[in-house]
């Protein structure tokens, strides 16, 4: 069965600091991989997703990730974080194959500090 | 375009007692999921219906969830005795067509307290 797993469950940075937020996955076939970001009190919204195109994947408000095969990663990054980037971030993981359900980490809560 | 709508927001009850939380999906989309998110843990899948029919629902505890979409539009999720382990957020997301690259949009959910 495909999971995720997401390294850290509490990411801290200075604004203006890279963003890295890791996820591992674990298919036994070629995956679709997502992140998704959740706002307190609010619903999950799709920053990215990798469907085999290109390797890198560009998402909303300045947010990218790279699929790596061999490492079996997608970690997501931003070059300059932002205090408004301040939210959980969830990695999940689906099959090509047919319809499987949607797999999702534990998240990263990820806090920016001034 | 209007996004995914929930109600209530939120809910506080009783143990024993019944629940129902409501979702309208975005306009024209086929696919729509319940989603069960417990707290500091990721949505896990209760039910996908593909318009009016439930195609997935082994996640969904029978025994006293239920679950219903008329006419493929709106759904209503029912809770039926509240246990305290059923304290949660309750998501409703809908995609436009089935199919695992699809993109899911998620309503903002409805928090349940069960006491």
């Known amino acids: 069965a495909q999971s995720v797993t997401q390294l850290g469950s509490h990411v801290s940075v200075s604004e203006g600091a890279l963003v890295l937020l890791r996820c591992n996955y674990s298919s036994s076939v070629p995956p679709y991989l997502f992140w998704y970001v959740q706002y307190p009190n609010q619903g999950l919204q799709l920053l990215l997703k990798y469907t085999s195109a290109a390797t890198l994947v560009k998402g909303i408000n300045g947010f990218e990730a790279e699929f790596k095969k061999s490492e079996t990663s997608f970690h997501l990054t931003k070059p300059s974080a932002h205090m408004s980037d301040a939210a959980e971030y969830f990695c999940?993981?689906?099959?090509?194959?047919?319809?499987?359900?949607?797999?999702f980490g534990t998240g990263t809560r990820l806090l920016v500090s001034p | 375009e209007a996004g995914v709508v929930q109600s209530p927001r939120y809910k506080i009850i009783e143990k024993k007692q019944p629940v129902a939380f409501w979702c309208n999906p975005i306009?024209?989309?086929?696919?729509l999921y319940w989603y069960r998110q417990n707290l500091g843990q990721g949505p896990e899948l209760l039910i996908r219906y593909e318009n009016e029919e439930a195609v997935d629902d082994s996640q969904l505890p029978k025994d006293r969830f239920s679950a219903e979409r008329l006419k493929g539009v709106d759904s209503t999720l029912k809770i039926q005795p509240a246990e305290l382990g059923d304290s949660a957020v309750y998501l409703c997301?809908?995609?436009?067509?089935?199919?695992?690259?699809?993109?899911?949009?998620f309503g903002p959910g409805t928090r349940l307290l069960v006491l």
């Open positions: 306009s024209g989309h086929n696919t």
């Open positions: 999940a993981v689906t099959y090509k194959t047919g319809f499987q359900k949607l797999v």
């Open positions: 997301a809908s995609s436009l067509e089935q199919g695992p690259q699809e993109t899911q949009y």
